[in-house]
């Protein structure tokens, strides 16, 4: 099993600030030609909602101020200027292999 | 646009079954670039995927549920099924289920993200 370790596990931060969420696996999710990572958002009381796919890739309707980046074992989403709707759950998920995994999450709130 | 909705008792007592179904509306189930699948999330914590299946009976499963898990598909009325025998309040969480998207390169495909998901039903498992 691939385990994903998110970091930090909380950030506090304020709005207009960069955002920066690390996603580190176990072992490599990449091949030559793709990079099996994805980000979600998750809001209080609400399915996830897809963000980013092949680690970079935006997903439909998302802002571009949400970007993903990072090959191999170490993946990052960067939001480059927070909105106050953005405080909230985000998890990484590798389809590496087919056992599917999630990282634990990181929870980013208000400073 | 796709949308998914999941249907089920929400209480099922311990060393029941757990049976839930997924309604995919706006879009065929019977579709060669999707999987479909369950994912869990407990009270409070992460999320835990459970098993992926295809409209042509494919599947995958997370090792520590395979043993009581079933999925099914019906393809007449665009949906598919979660079965979770031997509950105990471990399996207390809200279950989602979702489109698996199936990404393919020139040489071989492989299911990959989850898109769009349900709303989720929690289910609690107590006598």
């Known amino acids: 099993e691939i385990v994903l370790t998110q970091s930090p596990g909380t950030l506090s931060l304020s709005p207009g600030e960069r955002a920066t969420l690390s996603c580190r696996a176990s072992?490599?999710?990449?091949?030559?030609?793709?990079?099996?990572l994805a980000w979600y958002q998750q809001k209080p009381g609400q399915a996830p909602r897809l963000l980013i796919y092949g680690a970079s890739s935006r997903a439909t309707d998302i802002p571009d101020r949400f970007s993903g980046s990072g090959s191999g074992t170490d993946f990052t989403l960067t939001i480059s200027r927070l909105e106050p709707e953005d405080f909230v759950m985000y998890y990484c998920?590798?389809?590496?292999?087919?056992?599917?995994?999630f990282g634990q999450g990181t929870k980013l709130e208000i400073k | 646009q796709l949308q998914l909705q999941e249907s089920g008792p929400g209480l099922v007592k311990p060393s029941e079954t757990l049976s839930l179904a997924c309604t995919v509306s706006g879009g065929p189930i019977r579709s060669t670039s999707y999987y479909w699948v369950w994912i869990r999330q407990p009270p409070g914590k992460g999320l835990e995927w459970i098993g992926s299946i295809y409209y042509g009976g494919d599947t995958y499963f997370s090792p520590s549920l395979k043993s009581r898990v079933t999925l099914s598909v019906d393809t007449s009325k665009n949906q598919f099924s979660l079965k979770l025998n031997s509950v105990t309040a471990a399996d207390t969480a809200v279950y989602y289920c979702?489109?698996?998207?199936?990404?393919?390169?020139?040489?071989?495909?492989?299911?990959?993200?989850?898109?769009?998901w349900g709303q989720g039903t929690l289910v609690t498992v107590s006598s």
């Open positions: 979702a489109r698996h998207v199936l990404p393919c390169t020139t040489s071989t495909c492989s299911p990959g993200w989850f898109d769009p």
């Open positions: 998920q590798q389809y590496g292999s087919s056992l599917y995994t």
């Open positions: 072992e490599s999710v990449s091949t030559i030609s793709s990079n099996h």
